[in-house]
T-cell receptor, first 116, second 112 residues
Framework: EAGVAQSPRYKIIEKRQSVAFWCNPISGHATLYWYQQILGQGPKLLIQFQNNGVVDDSQLPKDRFSAERLKGVDSTLKIQPAKLEDSAVYLCASSSGTRGLKDTQYFGPGTRLTVL | AQSVTQPDIHITVSEGASLELRCNYS??????LFWYVQSPGQGLQLLLKYFSGDTLVQGIKGFEAEFKRSQSSFNLRKPSVHWSDAAEYFC??????????FGSGTQLTVLP
């Protein structure tokens, strides 16, 4: 079974530029998550989708970050414009969505973003 | 609000030695607890999880963890560490916030 796929793996941009990340979850997984992991910290949830609807985006900086999952499968996360403090690894995870809080999340390899 | 504390930022052990990584959580009721491992350039991999029942849980790669309600702890252990265990380890909790909240991680170095 294929795991969670993410691209690109690395991205370097200058501040005020825009950037987009792509995630393809495990086939059949209804729930998709985007996390931000700043160096030296644990991952922090940015947004959670159930199929193509948003379940939780309370920690998403909506003035610059946006995410979509139009067909309930793959998803994109965008930052526009980027700031220096957005330098981090962006992790995508998916889960079956059938066990509620007991769902096991499976993580992709992440995209390392450097903002200069 | 739920929170997780991993008091040790970095731990160094010799190969073959035993290992214990500490995790303390803050949550009023019984939380759902997880340990993940992150190797360089890799995503997070689930080692084990606790929902209820037996407080000693077994995971993959020879790891185990014990839930102690009285101490609000969920420490990860391994009797004999291998060089391939060098990685960063994250404890996480699901509680009232209904989302996975991670600790700041413990970096494990294994000496030959």
């Amino acid at each position: 079974e294929a795991g969670v796929a993410q691209s690109p793996r690395y991205k370097i941009i200058e501040k005020r530029q825009s950037v987009a990340f792509w995630c393809n979850p495990i086939s059949g997984h209804a729930t998709l998550y985007w996390y931000q992991q700043i160096l030296g910290q644990g991952p922090k949830l940015l947004i959670q989708f159930q199929n193509n609807g948003v379940v939780d985006d309370s920690q998403l900086p909506k003035d610059r970050f946006s995410a979509e999952r139009l067909k309930g499968v793959d998803s994109t996360l965008k930052i526009q414009p980027a700031k220096l403090e957005d330098s981090a690894v962006y992790l995508c995870a998916s889960s079956s969505g059938t066990r509620g809080l007991k769902d096991t999340q499976y993580f992709g390899p992440g995209t390392r973003l450097t903002v200069l | 609000a739920q929170s997780v504390t991993q008091p040790d930022i970095h731990i160094t052990v010799s190969e073959g030695a035993s290992l214990e990584l500490r995790c303390n959580y803050s949550y009023g009721a019984t939380p759902y607890l997880f340990w993940y491992v992150q190797s360089p350039g890799q995503g997070l991999q689930l080692l084990l999880k606790y929902f209820s029942g037996d407080t000693l849980v077994q995971g993959i790669k020879g790891f185990e963890a014990e839930f102690k309600r009285s101490q609000s702890s969920f420490n990860l252990r391994k009797p004999s560490v291998h060089w391939s265990d060098a990685a960063e380890y994250f404890c996480a909790v699901v509680g009232s916030a209904r989302q996975l909240t991670f600790g700041s991680g413990t970096q494990l170095t294994v000496l030959p």
